[in-house]
């Protein structure tokens, strides 16, 4: 019986997942115009033939990452701001997980994102109208919480400047230290501070619990 793995067997071209996640390593690690087919077949062991069985040409694969980019970034921030929240310090801890979890949103995807728009004006434009979605949804939250438009949009180019500003600038912060801050943001961003139920349940989402040491039985 045969033991090769099934992405060694003849005539396999991988996935269109695979080709597009080998895409975005090459991205986030060397920037666009990294992102090329004969790269990409020789670091996943294929040929050239094997991604036009997926995509069309090195545009497409292109467009297939700035849609990754909007549906993973874009769609999970609206839905953070969204999501269930008793007050508006509970609402902007909703937003805040997206800066702690890669799985929400991902800073290096944003980053070589601006970065790659800088000599694109396409996608600048894009890139100017999701900026301009996302911030419309941090508004629109602080209205559903009484706040007039123009003091909502205020708040929100503040919320949403400085999260870009720490995407900008790759800003590396340890999460314990980042959590610790985050309430004093919070107070910054909204004029109130978090209760310490909502600071505590945030904390719990995003440290890990202390480890239960057991005394030794007699």
């Known amino acids: 019986m045969s033991t090769q793995s099934?992405?060694?067997?003849?005539?396999?071209?991988?996935?269109?997942e695979l080709w597009l996640n080998a895409?975005?390593?090459?991205l986030i690690e060397k920037g666009v115009d990294a992102v090329k087919v004969q790269p990409l077949a020789q670091n996943l062991g294929l040929s050239r033939?094997?991604?036009y069985g997926?995509?069309?040409?090195?545009?497409?694969?292109?467009?297939?990452?700035?849609?990754?980019w909007r549906d993973k970034n874009t769609g999970n921030l609206i839905r953070q701001t969204q999501a269930y929240a008793e007050t508006i310090t509970e609402a902007v801890l909703n937003i805040f997980d997206c800066w702690l979890r890669p799985d929400l949103f991902d800073a290096r995807l944003d980053h070589a994102i601006r970065n790659w728009a800088l000599g694109d004006p396409a996608l600048r434009a894009i890139?100017?109208?999701t900026d301009s979605d996302r911030i419309d949804a941090i508004a629109a939250m602080f209205e559903r919480f009484g706040h007039a438009p123009h003091d909502a949009r205020i708040r929100?180019?503040?919320i949403y400047y400085t999260q870009v500003g720490y995407v900008s600038m790759m800003v590396q912060e340890d999460t314990q230290v980042r959590v610790?801050?985050?309430p004093t943001y919070i107070e910054v961003f909204t004029?109130?501070?978090?209760?310490?139920?909502e600071v505590e349940r945030f904390r719990a989402r995003h440290l890990p619990r202390p480890a239960v040491r057991h005394g030794k039985q007699g």
């Not at 895409?23 to 090459?26: S, T």
């Not at 997926?54 to 990754?68: I, K, N, P, Q």
């Not at 004029?191 to 139920?197: A, L, T, V």
């Open 156 to 158: 929100a180019f503040t």
């Open 191 to 197: 004029g109130k501070p978090p209760s310490e139920s």
């Open 23 to 26: 895409a975005y390593d090459l």
């Open 6 to 16: 099934p992405q060694k067997k003849s005539g396999w071209r991988g996935s269109e």
């Open 180 to 182: 610790d801050r985050m």
């Open 49 to 51: 033939t094997s991604f």
């Open 127 to 129: 890139l100017e109208h």
């Open 54 to 68: 997926h995509f069309d040409s090195r545009e497409a694969l292109l467009e297939a990452l700035v849609g990754r």
